[in-house]
């Protein structure tokens, strides 16, 4: 086969690749509803496992709730001191977590609408944090290249993950497994065993910084 040829079949294989992984049309989105109520940049939002409304945390430092279906605003948290840059609902308690650039883990119950536990222990801005419903933790990252472990009833750290050379953005667990995974501005991905605190795989395939990660449904 010929240079001409070669390429004529790469183009032919190029072409049916698109044709193959072309999205079903659809009707083109609308806007349906602009809320407005931060003063500063929206870093975060989180629904809750009831579904009826949703918190956003803000660069103006404060938590605010708002209804799912109407959009109006609810409550509003404050208690942080800098950028709040995640949030987390608990699955098995009435808990909002919520984390930021200035350091602290923040555990509120929401019957109270009160900070009840405080985490100490990030040496910078915390980034992001998941909970392993399965083992009752809370795994943290952010600027001081670590995941932390920490016990969501006592406010006890168990495991300091290192490993990554650079902030970790992105934290995943997996329910079913005693394993976190963690994708860092570092551009690797790393799956821990939580029980050991070990890394058990890297990945490498990206160049540049992790941003963010989902876990498949199934």
């Known amino acids: 086969m010929n240079l001409a040829e070669s390429t004529k079949m790469g183009t032919i294989k190029a072409t049916s690749l698109r044709k193959l992984i072309r999205p079903k049309w659809h009707r083109p989105w609308k806007l349906y509803r602009v809320i407005c109520g931060h003063h500063g940049w929206v870093r975060c939002l989180a629904i809750s ?25 609810k409550i509003s948290l404050t208690g942080h001191v800098n950028t709040i840059r ?20 923040k555990c509120w119950d ?14 910078s801005g915390v980034y992001c944090m998941k909970i392993h419903e399965g083992l009752g933790v809370l795994v943290s990252g952010g600027r001081d290249c670590a995941a932390r472990v920490w016990d969501v009833r006592v406010r006890k750290q ?7 050379s650079h902030t970790v ?8 497994e005693p394993h976190v995974i963690t994708g860092s501005y570092d551009s690797f991905i790393k799956m821990w ?23 498949h449904p199934t």
């Open 49 to 73: 496992p009831c579904n009826t409304y949703f918190a956003s945390g803000s660069a103006d430092r404060t938590i605010k709730f708002w209804d799912l279906a109407s959009g109006e605003l």
């Open 86 to 105: 995640a949030l987390e609902f608990s699955k098995q308690h009435p808990y909002l977590f919520s984390c930021g650039e200035d350091k602290a883990i």
């Open 110 to 123: 929401l019957e109270m609408n009160k900070v009840i536990r405080n985490y100490h222990g990030h040496l």
């Open 158 to 164: 168990i495991h300091t993950l290192t490993g990554h």
């Open 169 to 176: 953005g992105s934290i995943v667990t997996q329910e079913a």
């Open 193 to 215: 065993d939580v029980g050991s605190g070990r890394c058990i795989n890297t990945l490498t395939n990206h160049k540049k910084s992790i941003r963010t990660m989902v876990e």
